[in-house]
Structures are given as structure tokens and as C-alpha cells.
Nanobody, 126 residues
Framework: QVQLAESGGGSVQSGGSLRLSCVIS??????????IAWFRRAPGKKREWVSC????????DYTDSVKGRFTISRDNAKNTVYLQMNNLKPEDTGVYYC?????????????????WGQGTQVTISS
């Protein structure tokens, strides 16, 4: 069973930066940890997909609102996926989750990613 744990959240001012980490445990080489995605949920709003990285085919994808500001990467030696967030905006505030599955795509379909972390809070002030 793949297990995920997020860290690196915090509170910063608009324009600041944060680096989130997602540590993969249980079996980091599991086929169901091939793709790691980041999601976020603002208070009172629906969960939103942010980014995804696929270690098998090299896919890297971002939602439009974070393109040019966020960078996703994976360090297989450390079993960790990172989300570098620059030029943060108040609209980026929310709880950030990492999730694992077979591949990237279909983020808002009827079949959600099968493994999820506990979330880490990101708060951006004006």
C-alpha cells in the first residue's frame, strides 16, 4: 500500500515562495506511485487539481492558474516529490494534498487518485 505525507506548508505574504514535499512510503516503487499529483482545497470550495508528474512517461502538467509560477519535480533516490511555488497569490491559499496513482490525467473524473496524504496548510496574505 502506497502512503504519502506532505510537509512544507506555512504562511507567507503575496509574492513569496514555498516548497512543498511529498514523501512516498510503504513501497515507493509501487506501480500505483507512478504518477504523483498535487491538489488543493480552499475553505468552503471544491478540491482543485494543481499539478501532476509521471515518472514513467515524463508527463508534467499544471493547471492554468499556476503555470509559470509552480514547478513539480521528483527525486526517486529520496522517494520525494516536490512542488516549488513562487510568486504566491492569496488565491493559492488552501490545504495542499499529494496523491498517487497509475498515471496523470482525468483529475476530475469519477475515479479519484487511489492514495492521498494528510494535507499541509498554505496561507498567503495580501
Amino acid at each position: 500500500q502506497v502512503q504519502l505525507a506532505e510537509s512544507g506548508g506555512g504562511s507567507v505574504q503575496s509574492g513569496g515562495s514555498l516548497r512543498l514535499s511529498c514523501v512516498i512510503s510503504g513501497d515507493a516503487s509501487d506501480v500505483f506511485a507512478t504518477a504523483i499529483a498535487w491538489f488543493r482545497r480552499a475553505p468552503g470550495k471544491k478540491r482543485e487539481w494543481v499539478s501532476c508528474i509521471d515518472s514513467r512517461d515524463g508527463t508534467i502538467d499544471y493547471t492554468d492558474s499556476v503555470k509559470g509560477r509552480f514547478t513539480i519535480s521528483r527525486d526517486n533516490a529520496k522517494n520525494t516529490v516536490y512542488l516549488q511555488m513562487n510568486n504566491l497569490k492569496p488565491e493559492d491559499t488552501g490545504v495542499y494534498y499529494c496523491a498517487a496513482d497509475l498515471g496523470c490525467g482525468d483529475y476530475e473524473g469519477p475515479f479519484p487518485f487511489r492514495s492521498w496524504g494528510q494535507g499541509t496548510q498554505v496561507t498567503i496574505s495580501s
